[in-house]
């Protein structure tokens, strides 16, 4: 499996995964919508083809918004390469196979980014990013939470329904398709029922 990780089919996989994520986060910001819906396509490209190659999605993805829109989005690139690791690891474990461990697979991801996304945002931004998150770092901070505990629980709180409704697309799709799109895909064995 190693020597076909970067096949031409994964790397077209990485590009469509980057397309999708730029698309979906446009089209959510647009719509003012309360999740960000930029990570479906790195979790896609994670559930059918591992870890690595949803890492690559994710960490490409950031890296090309931090170009188009402000560096900010290159800062976060390492959180977004670890939801795309957390997804693939997850899907190795059978965790897409209903939509209720999809879900779960949801809530683990959010846990898992925190862990990258905290000291980004506390040390390179001083818990403040320009996002509309920072309002409720700002009354945390206000009530008395300290800085850490602001930023955790708004990174944690702003990313777990994003990444549960983000897994329940990805097991959508995947459901949706006929088994002779997916059925070859290494990781995907592992996520059908």
Do not use: C
């Amino acid at each position: 499996m190693t020597s076909n990780r970067f096949s031409t089919r994964n790397l077209v996989l990485v590009a469509i995964g980057i397309a999708l994520n730029l698309a979906l986060g446009q089209a959510a910001s647009f719509l003012n919508l309360p999740i960000f819906l930029d990570s479906v396509g790195t979790v896609l490209a994670a559930v059918l083809a591992g870890p690595v190659i949803g890492g690559l999605t994710g960490l490409l993805t950031n890296l090309l918004w931090g170009l188009l829109q402000g560096p900010t989005a290159a800062f976060f690139a390492p959180v977004a390469m670890m939801a795309g690791i957390a997804a693939g690891l997850l899907a190795r474990a059978g965790l897409f196979r209903t939509w209720w461990q999809a879900a779960i697979s949801g809530a683990v991801i959010a846990v898992a980014l925190a862990v990258v996304a905290v000291p980004i945002r506390i040390y390179l931004f001083g818990g403040v990013t320009g996002s509309g998150a920072d309002f409720a770092v700002a009354y945390l901070l206000k009530v008395g939470e300290s800085l850490f505990g602001s930023v955790l629980i708004t990174v944690i709180g702003t990313n777990l329904v994003d990444k549960i409704v983000t897994a329940l697309l990805v097991w959508g799709i995947l459901r949706g398709l006929p088994t002779r799109a997916v059925g070859d895909w290494p990781f995907l064995a592992h996520s059908r029922a």
